[in-house]
């Protein structure tokens, strides 16, 4: 059932029905089990979308026909590594690195091969993948501005957001009509972007943010990570990538959650934590997924 709805037609009715059941969730759902099943759906096909990114440098360096996949590796866990020292000692340069590669990287996914575009294409992804981060933390501002608080120390004032949110509004509005031919394929957009605008503005951040995360961008990830890697996507490919993955995926969970039992975290932290644990495996894998898009899959 869930490889059957990652078929493009498909798919996109099952991410449509499953945000309208958030929208209709979020009006009646506490913040508790909002943020539960946020959670629950981050940890797994969120964390799950990103644990193949190894098997994927080497299927690159096949493609490629590098000699040494092992920088690649050293690379990779490098980056890891740099991404948590930036972040514990630069905070604030970490935050802002992570928000700018998570707008293109957002933006990229979200419309990898669903159009050719013509130009300005690297433009229209960042734009996109921002107006979705400044719409979320425009509409959950309280939260936002505490969480960059605590992790960077900066106060960021909602004029700021707000600033921000038209300018980038109008440059996405601009490029929509400028990249999209299709009237159709414009207004879907538009209904998507409202649906998404109404999950923002009633639910949590944290809900808000891995609605879009798990089902907009792990999703559609891990159907491209699939088929690019086992040459088709089907209940198969699927189980084998899955199978791929659980070593890495559990060693994710397993280093996340030890931080949180083993050290003394003050419980105002989590979140902030969280997000930077996403942010330091979220550098190489939008590093992997560039690469991965610019090498054609195999037919």
């Not at 709805?5 to 099952?14: L, N």
């Not at 958030?22 to 539960?36: D, H, K, P, R």
């Not at 905070?91 to 990287?105: E, R």
């Not at 933006?107 to 400044?134: C, D, M, P």
């Amino acid at each position: 059932m869930l490889t059957t709805s990652f078929t493009k037609g498909k798919y996109f009715s099952i991410s449509y029905l499953i945000t309208i059941i958030c929208v209709v969730f979020s009006f009646f759902g506490s913040e508790f089990y909002q943020n539960v099943i946020a959670c629950v759906g981050v940890l797994s096909f969120g964390i799950l979308h990103g644990a193949n990114d190894l098997k994927i440098i080497g299927k690159n360096s096949a493609k490629s026909k590098s000699t040494n996949p092992l920088n690649y590796f050293v690379l990779y866990i490098g980056v890891v590594l740099l991404g948590i020292l930036i972040f514990y000692f630069i905070p604030g340069i970490a935050l802002l690195a992570f928000v700018l590669v998570s707008c293109y990287h957002f933006g990229e996914q979200h419309w990898e091969g669903r159009l050719k575009f013509r130009n300005w294409s690297v433009l229209f992804y960042f734009t996109y993948g921002a107006f979705i981060f400044l719409m979320l933390f425009g509409f959950q501002y309280k939260d936002t501005a505490e969480v960059i608080f605590q992790i960077a120390n900066v106060h960021l004032p909602f004029s700021f957001f707000r600033a921000c949110f038209i300018l980038n509004s109008l440059a996405l509005l601009i490029q929509l009509f400028i990249q999209l031919d299709s009237k159709i394929t414009i207004g879907k957009e538009l209904f998507t972007l409202g649906l998404l605008a109404l999950l923002f503005f009633k639910g949590t951040l944290l809900f808000g943010f891995g609605l879009y995360f798990v089902v907009w961008h792990s999703f559609p990830s891990l159907r491209s990570q699939v088929h690019y890697i086992y040459g088709t996507f089907d209940k198969i490919s699927f189980v084998s990538y899955i199978k791929s993955a659980l070593l890495y995926w559990l060693m994710a969970l397993i280093g996340l959650f030890s931080s949180y039992f083993f050290l003394d975290i003050a419980t105002e932290q989590y979140l902030p934590i969280f997000f930077s644990f996403l942010a330091a495996i979220t550098f190489p894998h939008a590093v992997v997924m560039e690469r991965m898009f610019s090498i054609p899959s195999v037919e």
